[in-house]
């Protein structure tokens, strides 16, 4: 027999089980999740301490402001602040009967 003869005979296939590219398997992706599980259960409270902080800061930002524009008020105006709407000015309705000095 020929060397091309015997060539066309003894073909070789792939294997069925075998693949061009390796899969995961289950066991492997069923360990990445719980890597990666983990690692958010870690990670959350850690984010959630980081808005609160956040939140801090901001409402702290927003009380400077306030009071860097009452200062500002004030000494435009002859050191007086400004006036509240709601205020009631009457200063005998702000002390007790039993305040008397």
């Not at 435009?76 to 200063?91: H, Q, S």
Request: contains cysteine; hydrophobic residues 45%; positive net charge.
């Amino acid at each position: 027999m020929s060397r091309i003869a015997s060539d066309r005979l003894h073909v070789r296939r792939p294997a069925m089980h075998s693949r061009p590219g390796r899969a995961f398997t289950l066991v492997e992706l069923l360990v990445v999740i719980g890597i990666i599980a983990l690692l958010i259960s870690i990670l959350l409270p850690t984010i959630s301490r980081s808005r609160a902080q956040a939140a801090r800061v901001v409402c702290a930002t927003q009380m400077r402001d306030l009071v860097s524009a009452t200062v500002m008020y004030a000494s435009e105006n002859k050191g007086w602040l400004p006036e509240y709407r709601g205020y009631d000015k009457d200063i005998t309705k702000w002390t007790s009967p039993d305040d008397s000095a």
